[in-house]
């Protein structure tokens, strides 16, 4: 069922407190695997808010401050993962767009650009840092960070740390020859929304709040967003006020970047709580279904989730078979589907496990229930993902995927699926895997 923001963060504050209790259910036994990847998520982002809270907000303010200089606001990342989770989004900015290199047509001053990695020193990414840095752009990257002077923090004005290690798997299992279960996808979604919400809070002191998408799900979302792009498109065209980049802003403690990681974290506990039995249900479906010799499947789309996921991930092991909405014929009766959406409410995304059921396969699902009066079904049965599903994982996002009330009388920002799914995928691969191996 769809849930305003208010009544999200009541609900889900509650589940805070039985956290240690379902912790200690789910680190015992046959589930040690996936509580220890989820424990090491919000692990990760607890010691992130604790030590660079205070580097987020100053990175939002100044990349606020770039944008109301006239400079733009752009990301570059080498997977385009991150880009596609932060351009066209639920929650995300109007006004941002993504780059491919470092080429001077690309970066320039006074834009500000955000740089996204997996990897401390990865050459793509210092091919695009180095040279925007040079030319007066304001260099923000979310990466791990290393002392060694090739990295890509010393390339950047200001790095955040995801806390990543160099093999980005964080999971032993006895059995398994290397690591699995990245962390960097999770983090570094988490970490993109918290400078986003940074830099709203930023913008609007300066009394410029940026445009925002509105969830194509909502109803009435077609003509918000419609009005909106075009109030972005003009206020581009007729140019930002030129002002000097250390323009004063009223003095009031920043919040948002924090709250951000306040609601993520209670989206996490909330799914912790109410979910552990169905993640443990779709793990024994999917690890019987690979001992009995059955294949498994998997479809994944939205921002996140594809890239996250692609064969070739550090840390991903090849238990799972991609598939393509037009490659349902490859399912046989007794093999099983993976389904992660963001609502899966999209015809596409219900024709998929429509037809995976139809051929004699289980499907495990990820994605939240919702309320058809609220959020639209475009499939011509009226039915969602989650009506179809053997083994439904519930994300328990907020309304609209905006887990911020801001800026004030908009749709809300900053998702929270993108982190969800990735832990709950990656949460999914290692109880699979534990139980396979034994």
């Not at 004699?360 to 990820?366: D, H, M």
Request: glycine letters at 8%.
């Amino acid at each position: 069922m769809s849930m305003t923001r208010r009544e999200f963060v009541r609900l889900a504050a509650g589940f805070v407190a039985a956290l240690p209790a379902s912790a200690a259910l789910a680190a015992h036994g046959k589930d040690e695997a996936m509580w220890r990847y989820v424990d090491r998520i919000m692990s990760d982002l607890r010691r992130f808010r604790k030590e660079q809270l205070a580097a987020t907000n100053a990175a939002g303010k100044r990349v606020a401050q770039r944008v109301i200089a006239g400079g733009r606001l752009l990301v570059f990342d080498q997977s385009g993962k991150y880009t596609s989770e932060a351009l066209g989004r639920a929650g995300g900015l109007m006004a941002i767009a993504g780059v491919r290199d470092g080429s001077e047509t690309s970066v320039h001053a006074p834009d500000a650009l955000i740089v996204v990695s997996d990897d401390a020193a990865a050459e793509a990414d210092l091919a695009v840092a180095r040279p925007a840095r040079e030319r007066g752009a304001l260099v923000v990257g979310i990466c791990p960070m290393r002392a060694a002077a090739a990295s890509l923090a010393s390339a950047c004005d200001i790095a955040l740390d995801d806390h990543v290690s160099d093999e980005d798997a964080c999971l032993t299992i006895r059995g398994l020859p290397k690591p699995i279960a990245p962390t960097s996808g999770a983090m570094n979604a988490a970490i993109l929304w918290a400078v986003t919400a940074a830099h709203i809070e930023s913008m609007d002191q300066h009394g410029r709040p940026p445009h925002v998408w509105m969830s194509m799900k909502r109803p009435g979302s077609k003509e918000f967003n419609d009005r909106e792009l075009e109030a972005t498109r003009r206020e581009a065209a007729d140019g930002a006020p030129v002002l000097p980049l250390a323009t004063p802003v009223p003095s009031t403690r920043p919040r948002l970047a924090g709250e951000y990681l306040d609601v993520l974290e209670r989206n996490l506990t909330m799914v912790v709580c109410q979910e552990w039995a169905h993640l443990e249900a779709g793990a024994d479906v999917i690890a019987r279904a690979i001992r009995e010799g059955h294949k498994v499947y998997e479809y994944g789309a939205g921002h996140m989730i594809p890239g996250e996921t692609a064969p070739g991930r550090r840390g991903r092991p090849d238990l799972f078979l991609p598939i393509k909405s037009n490659e349902t014929s490859r399912l046989q009766p007794g093999d099983v589907l993976i389904s992660s959406n963001q609502y899966g409410v999209w015809s596409e995304y219900v024709q998929v496990v429509i037809d995976a059921k139809e051929r004699g396969a289980l499907v495990v699902a990820t994605a939240p229930r919702s309320d058809p009066k609220t959020i639209v079904r475009t499939h011509p049965s009226g039915t969602s993902v989650a009506d179809h599903a053997d083994v439904l994982i519930e994300t328990h996002i907020p309304y609209g995927d905006a887990a911020l009330d801001a800026p004030k009388g908009g749709p809300g920002s900053c998702p929270t699926s993108g982190t969800v799914q990735t832990v709950l995928y990656w949460a999914l691969t290692c109880g699979v895997e534990e139980r396979i191996a034994r």
